[in-house]
């Protein structure tokens, strides 16, 4: 089970940090985040295995940081500099394996999303 947390409404600019626990498994190898606007597509945020391996979509790249613990099955994601276009459904997603895919049909496991405002 995935529980994302940290959602809200901040001003542009500003920051937000989100996190995401999972439960239930004593290791899961990935955990991303992805994002959905209203009538928009889910779009591939961040990903991380730990041990400083990740990866962050080209849209949020240099002002949005995912990190995760080795070992640890929590995943955070600090949001700098915020824009309204970064408002969104803010979800975590798991897989098991190696790689760091940035398609979502790649993640099996889903929880649910939390909302991130952003006001001009």
């Known amino acids: 089970q995935l529980q994302a947390s940290g959602g809200g409404l901040v001003e542009a600019g500003e920051s937000l940090r989100l996190s995401c626990a999972a439960s239930g498994r004593t290791v899961i190898d990935v955990m991303a985040w992805f994002r959905q606007a209203p009538g928009k597509g889910r779009e591939f945020v961040a990903a991380?295995?730990?041990?400083?391996?990740?990866t962050t979509g080209n849209s949020v790249k240099g002002r949005f940081t995912v990190s995760r613990a080795n070992g640890e099955n929590t995943i955070f994601l600090t949001m700098s500099a915020l824009k309204p276009e970064d408002a969104a459904v803010y979800s975590c997603a798991a897989r098991d394996g190696s790689v760091l895919y940035t398609d979502d049909s790649r993640h099996p496991y889903w929880g649910q999303g939390t909302l991130v405002t952003v006001s001009s």
């Open positions: 991380a295995k730990g041990r400083g391996v990740y």
